[in-house]
């Protein structure tokens, strides 16, 4: 960059925060080529403003893959490696890279303690891909810090641009810096805001094996039970071929009366596809190779999955984006596809040798303009699902995105590598929660079938959780704080496990944090979901030990509730799978609800007390009364009434607090009900 301008615009200047972006200007008469610039670089953690000892890492990545994590610096453990690292995109564990020694962070990177942590945070992101490079010696001990955008484009004579906006600051509080971090970027780039739905997805059971009759069959079942999902969403597998959107032979019914069946049965139509990648055999290569990515040495671009390998689309090249906005609005107002899942996106931006046609505009603009010419073809209504796309550019253009890698049914297993792989997908939702305030996070499904044996020839058709994994994984949906998703072969399903469902449906309006973030081992073990509607909060706590048991106790404080307490303040605390529950807590107060087995969790609601009835204890929805639509005192007796959308009845125990008489009722099975249950004269 020799020839060009620089120039540092300074935004902030403090001393704990200091916000600046850079100007690029090219004086000169021809096209000059940029490819990174350096915003940000320390050789030392104290020019971080942060101490040596004990210090952590807290790492983002770009892609869904990627692996958020605390790690220690200093400490070559498996937080450390996980920092290094990813996962495959079918949930394995990737292995370490040989001598890998750089830690890659995107847009929000930690160093230091709870006390006191430097944030380093890019503040805007339609423009440029970014990253933070921590250099670390072979015992992960730290030796620099730079932080850059990629540009990797032509600069034309007289041109000027900005770099994205870096801030560097200091903060006594991390997880309040985060939130806030989050929501300053929602506000800036006008995240999309809506209810998160519940989606039953044909993926996770079915594969690319799926058929019509496959989804025929759980449609009818879902009518018959009135599973009170949102969306039925067909998966891959109902395609031609990647690119060749049209239904194949194991679809004979047109996809539009497919779409029309669903929403006969009460269910919003949902579809996959994959826009930005097409197998060799679809037409669109026939009559448009031009739009086909290439290697600079003129070869295809190859993205390989599920045994297959496809061709890409280069977003840059004339036509695409009017192609991408035709086939959305076909499948969104031709076909009747309202809700849509699109995977494989990372592929449009993830080769480094690629010979795009438009040189003069960045990965991320190009890619943003690409995503907002599918939003156009499926209107403002419908609701978007992105599935391993990059995050910043599309902030305000999509509804929803996939927090991790695929799920598997299993714990750990030698049919998996010997990964963990519910581990590792949790692990990637949970740190990535302050993601909910640009879209609804998807944890990706949940998958609760017993089956020890593989159909199908799909390792997807296991079932290998235990009861106390299930409560787990079960758990990540509310931890996830969006979207609820769930795969199951519903004429199948043991019915205790089917019933599961309840805890999770209808999804709720969540505000969700892991407690105690730079304090964390290696996988996060406290997680704080708030309900802002009425105050309460559910504390989740996961054993992530494979022998030993730990206890479930919880202590009431501010940092715990994520708002002030008193001394007054009284509260009811309640477990809700042993059902044990305690009426009288303080600040301060330590209290003990029995133990939490290897790989299981707690769910202890918090609740402060005033004059109104407060749910103890419930095998009904995890928010434990929120799912009725009134809990009230009437004249001498209690008053319920809601809908139990279930076939099984909802068991509730309530405290009436100016007598401190704990009352029982149930909700009958499927139906709307209203109850006035007697008190104590």
């Known amino acids: 960059m020799k020839r060009l301008q620089t120039r540092k615009l300074t935004l902030t200047d403090t001393p704990s925060i200091q916000e600046f972006c850079y100007e690029i200007h090219n004086p000169t008469g021809e096209d000059v080529w940029l490819d990174e610039f350096e915003l940000f670089h320390a050789d030392s953690l104290a020019e971080l403003g942060v ?61 230091g303690s709870s006390r006191r942590c430097c944030m380093i945070a890019f503040m805007t992101g339609r423009s440029q891909l970014f990253h933070t490079r921590i250099r670390v010696d072979e015992r992960g001990g730290f030796l620099s810090l730079s932080a850059g955008v990629e540009l990797r484009r032509f600069l034309r004579p007289g041109e000027t641009i900005c ?62 039970q009135r599973l009170p999902f949102d969306v039925f969403q067909i998966d891959e597998g109902w395609e031609r071929t990647l690119g060749w959107w049209e239904g194949n032979a194991k679809f004979p019914m047109p996809m539009d009366q497919l779409a029309a069946r669903i929403r006969q049965a ?34 295809p671009c190859i993205f390989p999955m599920n045994d297959t390998v496809y061709r890409v689309f280069d977003i840059t090249a004339p036509g695409t984006h009017e192609y991408f906005t035709e086939l959305y609005r076909r499948l969104t107002f031709d076909w009747g596809y309202t809700y849509h899942k699109l995977d494989f996106t990372r592929a449009a931006v993830i080769y480094e040798n690629a010979d795009f046609h438009d040189k003069h505009i960045t990965l991320a603009a190009a890619y943003r303009e690409a ?52 581990p590792y997908t949790i692990k990637q939702s949970l740190l990535r929660w302050y993601m909910n305030e640009w879209w609804h996070n998807d944890p990706d499904a949940l998958m609760i079938r017993r089956n020890p044996t593989m159909e199908r020839g799909l390792r997807l058709t296991y079932g290998l959780l235990n009861d106390d994994e299930v409560r787990t994984v079960v758990a990540n949906q509310l931890t996830g704080g969006g979207i609820v998703c769930s795969t199951e072969p519903l004429d199948r399903i043991d019915e205790d496990r089917l ?9 709720m309006d969540t505000r969700t944090e892991p407690l ?34 730990v206890p479930a106790s919880v202590t009431i404080s501010g940092d715990v509730l994520g708002c002030p307490v008193s001394g007054e303040d009284r509260f009811a605390v309640s477990s809700y799978y042993d059902g044990t529950y305690e009426t009288d807590a303080r600040a301060g107060s330590a209290v003990s609800l029995g133990s939490i087995p290897p790989h299981g969790t707690a769910v202890i609601k918090i609740e402060r007390i005033d004059d109104t009835p407060v749910v103890l204890a419930s ?18 007796c209690l008053i319920a009434e809601g809908e139990n959308r279930f076939a099984v009845p909802a068991h509730y125990s309530v405290l009436i607090p100016c007598s401190g008489e704990v009352v029982r009722f149930t909700l009958p099975p499927l139906g709307r009900h209203a109850l006035r249950i007697p008190l104590r004269a």
């Open 51 to 111: 101490e040596a000892e004990g210090c952590r890492l807290f790492r983002t990545g770009r892609h869904k893959n990627d692996m958020p994590s605390v790690a220690v610096l200093g400490r070559m453990d498996d937080a450390m490696r996980d920092a290094l690292g990813s996962m495959s995109e079918t949930g394995d564990r990737n292995a370490d890279a040989p001598g890998q020694r750089t830690i890659v962070s995107d847009h929000l990177t930690l160093l």
């Open 163 to 224: 770099t994205e906006t870096l801030r560097v600051g200091q903060t006594s509080q991390p997880e309040a810096a985060v939130r806030r971090f989050a929501q300053e970027k929602a506000r800036a780039e006008g995240a999309r805001r809506c209810a998160p739905p519940s989606v039953f997805c044909t993926w996770y059971y079915y594969g690319l094996t799926v058929t019509q009759e496959d989804v025929l069959t759980n449609l009818t079942r879902m009518e018959a």
């Open 266 to 299: 009460g269910y919003r139509p949902g579809i996959w596809t994959s826009p930005f990648v097409a197998h060799e055999t679809a037409p669109v290569w026939q009559e448009h190779p031009e739009w086909m990515l290439r290697e600079k040495d003129g070869s």
């Open 371 to 422: 995503v907002a010419a599918i939003r156009r073809g499926m209107g403002e209504d419908a609701y978007f699902l992105m599935c391993g796309g990059l995050y910043d550019p599309i902030i305000g253009l999509v509804d929803a995105q996939r927090s991790g890698s695929d799920v598997l049914s299993m714990w750990s297993s030698t049919i998996n590598k010997g990964g963990k792989t519910a």
């Open 499 to 507: 019933m599961e469902l309840r805890l999770i449906l209808p999804p």
């Open 516 to 549: 105690a973030l730079m304090e964390s081992g290696r996988f996060p073990d406290s997680v704080r979901v708030a309900y802002p509607q009425d105050g309460r909060v559910l504390l989740v706590l996961i054993n992530w030990s494979d022998t030993e048991a």
């Open 619 to 636: 095998d009904a929805h995890y928010s434990m009364g929120l799912e009725l639509d009134r809990l009230c005192l009437g004249e001498e």
